[in-house]
């Protein structure tokens, strides 16, 4: 009796919310209903359910409802074919009739048998109205057992995941620096995220607007639900903020509009910075016209005028330029010459020194590369190829470039197309290249130092730059220029007498015009920092075919580079370096303090 009254309070237990089904049942037909295709009752059901035999007793069904959580029990016969199925409803009734529980399960069981396919739909599973279902597949063999418990359950748990992806989905979308709004096609408001209200405060009144961007974005909805085409509008609203409203139209499966999505960006911030985009433009603009008519080219010499006049007039055309010569003869003033006479002076003039870029970062510097292609590259960076698009690349000693490099530049100059590295993307260009070196390229072919195929490619207008010392009609001309330049940068006006213009003539200029610069601007800080010029023109005298400082030292290193000779000059003509700082009018603690940071030690 014992075990009867506490497989009794397992059953009313078990039963509980089995009774309570209609209840749940009329909350579910209220619920909006799930696509019929989106699910399947195999997805659904309680699969490979435990069965029994007609010739089980009563008392083995109730290990199998404790064991699985379920409140029926397939029966099957010995040939695996369904005859019948025992719910605890079933059970509980029969025990109440006074069966006991060793009575066999065939005596009790529910024959009439409601079954469903296992490839049903859900929806097609929640339109029967029965409680619960054997599945079976195409051979009518059972594969499982669905409820109205397990469909509530599953419904219940697609509202929940819906709910959370909703919720998430709120927080992301007011997050979205644009504002949004979802309407019905009758115009009301269904969703607003946070942004929208703080462009658009009358959101709520679409239907009746009282305000002119309300009224604008109200006839905007119409035209788009009518049109069935997206419209945008720009509006200022009340705060007097530039905005711009795009309502792009839904259709539902029939291709009927039924809702409209309307973006609200604020334009004041994107204005603004356009406006400042524009004003650089038009500083740079300035800047470059500014720089071609400063730019004052230098020249008496007859072959000299004649290559600049040929310069000017390869600016008519694109074809690539390779310009020859020594180092410091003028190259970069012939290269920007060709530029600023083209129709691309308003483009970008970049330069790039190839020999000093080390070999292994020329690619990255010419080409570019895309972000995480190598060790370093935090972020994509475009070659000096892309950024001179639509303008002139100046190739300054493209003698010093890698072999494997010429390869990629050569197949740039032919397709007109790069690729960066680690970039999959192609890089349309459209570029003019003007190459210049202080290297026979010919010899180098012919060494196979310097790629064939290239040479010819950048050798399609050949210049020829002459060293200063065959221009002798620029020596003076280009001092006194030098001398103005540098006399207004260190406010000092200087000049050169006859004597020392005489000096100019007769030295050779190993370094060209850079070295008559650099001498320039020495003859100039000499007055500055030591008052000395004499002593600069004896050493300059004295020591011709001197080489110029470094061709990229800084105006420190170059000051620094004078005043070393200057000193060396005055010790070796002074009797004593009491003598020299006398010489230099310097005291005699500063010359030593500067021999010893120039390390200049003297014999004797």
């Known amino acids: 009796m014992g075990r009867t009254a506490a497989n009794l309070r397992f059953i009313q237990a078990s039963i509980g919310p089995t009774i309570s089904q209609s209840a749940t049942t009329a909350q579910v037909k209220s619920m909006p ?36 959580g379920v409140n029926c029990v397939p029966i099957l016969d010995t040939d695996k074919k369904v005859r019948g199925i025992l719910t605890i409803f079933r059970l509980v009734q029969a025990i109440r009739q006074g069966k006991s529980f060793e009575t066999p399960i065939g005596e009790v069981m529910d024959v009439d048998l409601v079954s469903i396919r296992n490839d049903a739909t859900f929806g097609a599973a929640c339109s029967l109205p029965i409680d619960r279902m054997l599945v079976l597949d195409h051979e009518d063999k059972l594969v499982g057992v669905l409820t109205k ?43 607003t995220n946070d942004k929208i209200r703080s462009l658009l405060p009358d959101c709520d009144n679409l239907r009746k607007p009282d305000s002119p961007a309300m009224m604008a974005v109200a006839d905007l909805l119409k035209k788009t639900m009518s049109s069935r085409k997206a419209g945008s509008t720009l509006l200022e609203n009340c705060s007097g903020k530039q905005v711009v409203f795009t309502i792009t139209p839904i259709f539902d499966a029939d291709q ?66 390779l310009i020859t010569g020594e180092t410091g003869a003028g190259k970069e003033v012939v290269a920007m010459n060709i530029h600023n006479h083209s129709k691309r002076r308003h483009g970008p003039l970049v330069q790039i020194n190839c020999g000093t870029i080390p070999h292994h970062l020329q690619e990255a510097e010419l080409f570019g590369y895309e972000k995480g292609s190598f060790t370093g590259a935090n972020a994509s960076r475009a070659g000096m190829l892309e950024v001179a698009h639509e303008g002139t690349l100046m190739l300054d000693e493209v003698g010093e470039m890698d072999m494997a490099l010429q390869v990629k530049l050569l197949r740039a100059l032919q397709e007109g197309v790069i690729y960066r590295i680690g970039g999959r ?116 005298a004295r020591q011709e075919g001197q080489p110029a400082p470094p061709r990229n030292a800084t105006m420190r290193e170059q000051m620094q580079h004078f005043e070393k000779q200057c000193i060396e000059n005055a010790l070796r003509n002074a009797p004593s370096i009491r003598g020299a700082a006398r010489d230099l009018s310097v005291s005699h603690a500063t010359l030593l303090r500067k021999m010893r940071e120039y390390d200049i030690v003297v014999q004797n």
């Not at 659904?44 to 109730?62: G, I, S, W």
């Not at 200063?468 to 007498?497: M, V, W």
Request: net charge negative; charged share 30%; with cysteine.
């Open 33 to 68: 209903a799930l696509p019929e295709e989106s699910m399947l009752v195999e997805q659904v059901m309680h699969d490979n359910p435990e069965t029994l035999t007609p010739e089980h007793r009563l008392k083995d069904a109730l290990p199998v409802y404790e064991r699985h």
């Open 149 to 191: 418990k397990d469909l509530i359950h599953k419904i219940y748990n697609a509202f929940c995941s819906a709910d959370y992806h909703n919720r998430e989905l709120d927080a992301v979308i007011n997050c979205a620096t644009d504002g949004i709004m979802i309407f019905d096609q009758e115009g009301v408001p269904l969703y």
């Open 256 to 321: 009927r509009p039924f809702r409209c999505v309307l973006s609200a960006q604020d334009m004041t911030e994107i204005t603004r910075l356009q406006e400042e985009a524009e004003n650089s433009r038009r500083k740079l603009a300035a800047f470059q016209e500014a720089s071609l008519k400063g730019t004052k080219i230098i020249a008496h010499n007859p072959a000299m005028l004649r290559l600049l006049d040929e310069a000017a007039r390869l600016g008519g055309v694109d074809s690539t330029v």
């Open 425 to 540: 993307k192609p890089v349309r260009l459209d570029v003019r290249i003007i190459a210049m070196t202080n290297r026979d390229l010919l010899k180098m072919v012919r060494e196979n130092t310097f790629r064939e195929d290239l040479y010819y490619r950048l050798n399609v207008i050949p210049l020829s730059v002459p060293p200063l010392r065959q221009r002798r009609e620029d020596i003076l001309p280009l001092a006194r220029h030098f001398l103005s330049c540098f006399g207004k940068k260190y406010s000092c006006h200087c000049h050169t007498n006859p004597q020392e213009e005489e000096i100019l003539l007769r030295y050779s200029w190993p370094g060209n015009v850079r070295e008559l610069a650099n001498f320039m601007e020495r003859l100039t800080i000499a007055s500055l920092s030591l008052g000395n010029r004499e002593l600069v023109w004896e050493s300059f």
